[in-house]
């Protein structure tokens, strides 16, 4: 039986999502570049580039710091496997889904992980994983800095105290929030960090970067055991993103020039104007959201991750039919929520090339149609309104400091 399928034509959709972002046109053009083979002469020069932009993105001199064949998951999963052996304790602060999944990867590579948890909408308290270590000789601490599934940001530097105090690793996941909310590697000591393309880097989905410190490298020298994952043993992986570029795999070469070209984007931009942006796009979402008399999950504004802002659902309005209206009136995407919080908060994201004026400003004015649609009240134009004056303050504060 021939069954004609036709030309493959996207809607051109306002990724307005926790992920993935929506892509700079230079991003795709790198992707539409010729291919060439992985040990060609030419693509070692682009792995050095990619090296050099992701050591200035994570801001480290770390020698392990490359682009994992593998979306986010997979940059838990190496981080994990190859800190963790049977028989290692280990803690893992969860406050959300993402953090929750770091845990059940770990409860894999060794039996002893301790979960420290906090309520959703809260960063784990680091006093709390302090009592759970005391005692114990803890070999990984991990957590989210960006808890995607919830909009909470963690502040890394009572971590470190802890991790230090039990002579511990630290293991940061910055999927959602490197290139986006100040990070720097080396200066906080993160022994393992790692991140996703397609969120705040807003390259294609499926790359993972990483980053392992001097010391997470000796703990995997002195490991007793094989890292019982091939695929994802950071040794042998570097021997291909190492100086001797020895066949390890087939990387997704097309992803690694549209990688390398959104990393270029980051580092033309500047990361600390990259950060300010994303602070204030989301300020002014807030400020539009909550003129509309909507709340949101997370009540601290510094627990509030630039990338992701959780909104509460009021009652009266449909989720899933709200976000299907934007979708098919406006062409935006924004997510819903995980297990306990599905119905309840939407998740707006702001990422990389999303995090901009005019997409904020739509989106308050989509959303409010959307509301109104199903019976919420709404002063017109009151979401948009109160943004604009938020980035009129923003814009006149920046003219005073010049
Ligand atoms: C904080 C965090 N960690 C890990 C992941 C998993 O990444 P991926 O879906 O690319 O495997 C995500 C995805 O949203 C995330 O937000």
């Not at 060609?40 to 001199?61: A, K, S």
């Not at 994201?349 to 989509?366: D, R």
């Amino acid at each position: 039986m021939t069954q004609h399928v036709g030309e493959l034509t996207p809607p051109v959709r306002l990724m307005l999502t926790p992920g993935p972002s929506s892509m700079d046109p230079r991003v795709y053009r790198a992707l539409a570049t010729p291919l060439v083979g992985h040990v060609d002469p030419w693509f070692r020069g682009c792995m050095d580039d990619t090296q050099v932009l992701l050591r200035q993105i994570f801001q480290t001199e770390n020698r392990i710091t490359m682009p994992l064949s593998a979306s986010g998951s997979g940059g838990i999963e190496a981080s994990v496997v190859n800190v963790l052996e049977q028989g290692d304790e280990a803690i893992v602060a969860v406050n959300g889904a993402f953090s929750e999944r770091m845990y059940e990867i770990a409860t894999r590579a060794t039996s002893k992980v301790a979960k420290v948890e906090a309520p959703y909408g809260k960063p784990v308290d680091a006093e709390d994983v302090r009592r759970a270590g005391q005692g114990k000789k803890i070999k990984m601490i991990g957590l989210a800095q960006g808890e995607t599934s919830t909009g909470v940001l963690t502040q890394i530097a009572a971590f470190r105290k802890v991790a230090d105090e039990l002579g511990a690793l630290l293991v940061v996941d910055t999927v959602a929030s490197l290139a986006a909310v100040p990070l720097h590697v080396d200066r906080e000591r993160m022994d393992v960090c790692f991140s996703g393309s397609q969120k705040a880097i807003s390259a294609p989905p499926g790359m993972s970067p990483i980053t392992v410190s001097s010391a997470a490298e000796e703990s995997f020298r002195k490991r007793k055991t094989k890292v019982q994952s091939w695929y994802f043993d950071l040794t042998t992986a570097m021997n291909y993103w190492g100086k001797d570029r020895l066949y390890h795999h087939t990387p997704p070469i097309s992803l690694i020039y549209a990688l390398r070209e959104a990393m270029r984007l980051v580092v033309e931009e500047g990361l600390e104007a990259r950060w300010e942006r994303h602070r204030v796009n989301q300020l002014a979402l807030i400020a539009g959201v909550e003129a509309m008399g909507l709340k949101l999950l997370v009540e601290k504004p510094a627990d509030r991750l630039p990338t992701v802002t959780a909104v509460m659902v009021p009652a009266g309005v449909d989720d899933l039919k709200l976000r299907n209206q934007l979708l098919d009136e406006f062409n935006i995407e924004i997510a819903g929520g995980f297990g306990s919080l599905r119905g309840k908060i939407w998740r707006v994201g702001l990422m990389g090339y999303c995090s901009q004026k005019p997409n904020v400003l739509l989106f308050l004015a989509a959303l409010e149609k959307c509301l109104t649609d199903q019976g919420y009240r709404v002063g017109s134009g009151v979401g948009v309104g109160t943004a604009l004056k938020n980035y009129s303050q923003v814009e006149a504060a920046v003219a005073v400091s010049r």
